[in-house]
């Protein structure tokens, strides 16, 4: 009994040290794919949240570098909306950004009752940055190409998805494409606006317009061409065209940009309400981030509880009792004893 | 003369199986002398370490959350197709390529079309309906906020969307042939009742393969410490466990591990029945038609079949025995050519590149990991020091349990335990060869495993101190169990999501 005990109090003491490890939402994205890319001054990006338990006092986000000069970053919290009141903000200097993929730390005064209320946060910089955030799409990623190594310069780049052979591998594996996103090199807010037409590989019907911008800066990061979903596109031959304005590019290797294709549903949980860019609600991402509240244990075991029901209490039970019935073969043999 | 012939009787002693050996044939010095299971306590221990096994597989039945068993829809799916009777042999290729009238890639998903090239009689609405089923259930029960290289999206409709070069479709049909039939009471239930009947298969075969670890440990050890130590190595080993939750082919490959390995060491150790011999081929041919990790106890068989050959007659068995063997052999390699298994290499470039990855440093730090701690489909882990310490106590208990082949230990056979060392070195090798470090590959090695374990750690001790060693050495046993169960798999399962 007492050995049983001990182990269960080693139990206990195992479960409640994630108390310091379990943030209130996490967007846990991998590998990560997609970046946003630099944040220009006066276009902020960020995310917003509906928080589970009171005492929020901290929020990571996702950042990779990418070369420049490190900037230093402004975070403002606002609540119930985008453009609700600012009720927290912090600043990390340039000099504490983590020079490697990494996550970075806005910390701030707890609010006490966070609990059940929605938070957009944002972060700025006065230059653009030097780091960029980490999105996450919501589809069925596919990766077409990878981030490639060269630019390749507009203003109209087409191009073609293909199927194998002559591909090694099919460049479109599911159906209902929804997105295409290329790597952008330097597309300005003011540039104007940047166009995805899709046309049947075959008969080169167009099937498909897409816009982003003006408005939407991207720069080394990823750009995503939003359309109404198209059914039938597996192994498919598609073709397209990208038209860029003034000073953008389009990142890729040999082979042509570097492409990821989203498909299917983007139905996420309700806790994460979107990214925000300069104060528009782009539903269709988020950042990747992490938000901290509690870490009390009763919020633990409250979340255990609810997740888990009464089949972790059963198997806690029935751990226990195996314990106590395994203790019993390490006595002396029966025989011994008589 | 006279020392060799102690130490040679010794052995012999060692060598003999439980039943013949002990208090009767060598009387215990007092307090020096490892303790035998007597007759009662033996029936006594079997019967506590089934209704421990029980409890504590049925603790990781509740605790493991539906679909987190490495692999389930695509297994789970493949057997619920047997259950309704479809055969799993002679279904209908893909139509593609140049002189076709459609491409068949185009109408259905890749995982969809490798089905029913496996299974006879599936239409596509079938195999759609059923991949669309275990989605929803998966959605519903929060996989995907759990699993995090399968992303947040929780509408989606085939198997390919989560990831789209994984099938079970090209594994051997035996274990879902068995669940199959086992489903086939509840085929019509929904697909949540399927899953749950199907881990209980699970818990049956652990629970099965804990007794045969049991009975292999007693060919192994004569002392009860030792025997206690190992059983309780396998049956408390957290990853084996959490096996006997989940729904996987590995269960099956595992119970058949031990089964041949017990068989073999029931041989060694003088039961030299033809209906032993006959069972133990039978799980050896049974095995190849699981999965192809149990290769190796068709090599463990030979080894003991070659050992055994002493006389011209079983030497003329054992021609047969070789030739009989590389018949089988080569009709599985065809068999499994056939099934388009992703075990064989296509070409030798690719052998070559596949075992340049197994041997790699990255594919060994894989199988450790994997195998003594990882959780939500592997895409999180224990902390690291875990694993070093992990790595520190086997290395001593395999290093410990090796000079045990060269020197006396009391109530250890050597013959059974260079039996386990060959097991877990084929199986070793068959990882390399594969090209993949996952732990549950070795899991057909596990009742060896749990074998070297307690020879390693508690057969140096002396006789009298072996009880006081098992206490201790259990009591970590739970504790490594419990930092698992609740300081990985309950957190990682249910506190830890992904939005």
């Not at chain 2, 010095?29 to 303790?35: L, W, Y």
Request: charge should be positive.
């Amino acid at each position: 009994m007492l050995r049983a005990l001990l182990v269960s109090a080693v139990a206990a003491f195992a479960l409640l040290a994630w108390r310091e490890r379990v943030p209130d939402v996490e967007i846990r994205y991998a590998p990560r794919t997609t970046q946003a890319g630099r944040i220009f001054p006066g276009f902020a990006l960020g995310s917003g949240f509906a928080c589970e338990n009171d005492g929020l006092h901290a929020v990571d986000v996702a950042f990779a570098p990418i070369g420049g000069d490190p900037q230093p970053l402004e975070f403002e919290l606002r609540q119930g909306a985008p453009d609700g009141p600012v009720v927290r903000s912090a600043r990390v200097e340039a000099a504490a950004i983590p020079a490697s993929d990494d996550w970075v730390r806005f910390e701030f005064e707890p609010l006490t009752s966070s609990a059940g209320q929605r938070f957009w946060f944002s972060v700025a910089a006065p230059e653009r940055t030097a780091h960029t955030p980490w999105t996450r799409y919501r589809g069925i990623p596919y990766v077409v190409r990878q981030w490639g190594d060269r630019a390749i310069d507009g203003p109209v780049i087409e191009g073609e998805l293909l199927p194998a052979p002559p591909r090694p591998r099919t460049d479109l594996h599911h159906a209902d494409l929804h997105t295409l996103a290329f790597a952008m090199n330097y597309m300005h807010p003011q540039a104007g606006e940047a166009r995805l037409v899709l046309f049947d590989g075959v008969s080169g019907e167009e099937l498909r317009r897409a816009t982003i911008g003006p408005g939407l800066p991207c720069d080394t990061g990823w750009a995503f061409f939003r359309f109404e979903k198209l059914g039938p596109t597996r192994w498919r031959s598609l073709k397209y065209r990208v038209e860029l304005p003034t000073g953008a590019s389009l990142i890729g290797n040999a082979d042509g940009p570097s492409i990821v294709a989203f498909h299917g549903g983007s139905q996420v949980p309700e806790e994460v309400l979107g990214l925000t860019c300069g104060g528009q609600v782009l539903e269709q991402r988020d950042l990747v981030f992490r938000a901290w509240s509690s870490n009390e244990g009763s919020a633990l075991l409250a979340r255990l509880s609810t997740r888990g029901g009464r089949t972790i209490l059963f198997a806690a039970i029935l751990w226990f009792l195996a314990l106590l019935v395994a203790a019993r073969l390490l006595g002396r043999p029966q025989e011994a004893d008589a | 003369m006279g020392a060799g012939g102690e130490s040679q009787e010794k052995r012999k002693q060692a060598d003999k199986p439980a039943e013949l050996r002990g208090t009767a044939v060598t009387a215990p010095q007092k307090r020096k002398e490892p303790a035998a299971e007597a007759p009662g306590d033996r029936r006594r221990t079997t019967r506590l370490v089934l209704l421990a096994a029980l409890l504590h597989g049925l603790a990781y039945l509740f605790a493991v959350a539906p679909w987190m068993g490495e692999d389930e829809p695509w297994h789970l799916e493949y057997a619920t197709h047997v259950a309704h009777l479809h055969q799993p042999w002679g279904g209908k290729p893909a139509m593609y390529g140049a002189n076709v009238p459609i491409d068949e890639r185009t109408l259905w998903a890749t995982s969809q079309l490798q089905m029913r090239r496996r299974m006879a009689g599936v239409t596509e609405e079938e195999l759609d309906a059923r991949q669309r089923e275990i989605l929803q259930s998966m959605a519903e029960h929060d996989y995907y906020r759990r699993v995090d290289w399968a992303g947040a999206v929780q509408d989606r409709s085939d198997f390919d969307q989560i990831e789209p070069f994984f099938t079970a479709s090209s594994q051997p049909a035996g274990y879902y042939v068995v669940l199959g039939l086992w489903l086939y009471p509840v085929r019509n239930a929904s697909i949540d009742t399927q899953l749950a009947w199907a881990r209980a298969l699970s818990l049956l075969v652990y629970l099965a393969t804990v007794w045969v670890a049991l009975e292999l440990a007693r060919c192994a050890f004569s002392d009860r410490s030792l025997v206690i130590a190992a059983t309780l190595a396998f049956a408390w080993f957290p990853m084996n466990a959490r096996l006997g939750a989940v729904v996987n082919n590995d269960v099956l490959a595992r119970a058949l591990g031990a089964v041949v390995l017990m068989l073999c060491a029931r041989r060694l150790s003088g039961d030299e029945s033809r209906r032993t011999l006959a069972l133990a081929i039978g799980a050896v041919a049974f095995g190849l038609l699981v999965k192809s990790t149990v290769m190796s106890l068709a090599g463990v068989l030979y080894v003991t079949i070659a050992l055994g050959a002493t006389t011209p007659t079983k030497r003329r068995g054992l021609a047969l025995v070789t030739v009989g063997g590389a018949a089988l052999l080569a009709g599985v390699l065809w068999l499994w050519h056939t099934q388009h298994s992703p075990v064989l290499p296509r070409n030798l470039t690719a052998f070559l590149e596949r075992l340049e990855r197994g041997a790699s440093p990255a594919t060994f730090r894989e199988l450790w990991h994997t195998f003594v701690g990882g959780f939500n489909w592997y895409s999180r882990e224990l902390p690291e020091r875990t694993y070093t310490i992990a790595a520190v106590v086997a290395g001593l208990a395999g290093l410990s349990a090796f000079s045990a082949l060269f020197h006396t230990r009391r109530g250890v056979s050597r013959r059974v335990l260079a039996l386990c060392f060959a097991l877990i070195a084929l199986q070793v090798g068959l990882v390399v060869l594969r090209g993949e470090g996952q732990g549950r590959y070795l899991m057909p090695a596990m009742a060896a495993i749990a074998i070297v374990f307690a020879a390693g750690l508690l057969a140096p001790l002396s006789g009298f101190r072996r009880p006081a060693g098992l206490r201790l050495f259990a009591t970590l046993l739970f504790v490594y169990d419990a930092i698992f169960l609740w300081g990985g798999l309950v957190p990682n399962e249910y506190l830890l999501w992904g939005s």
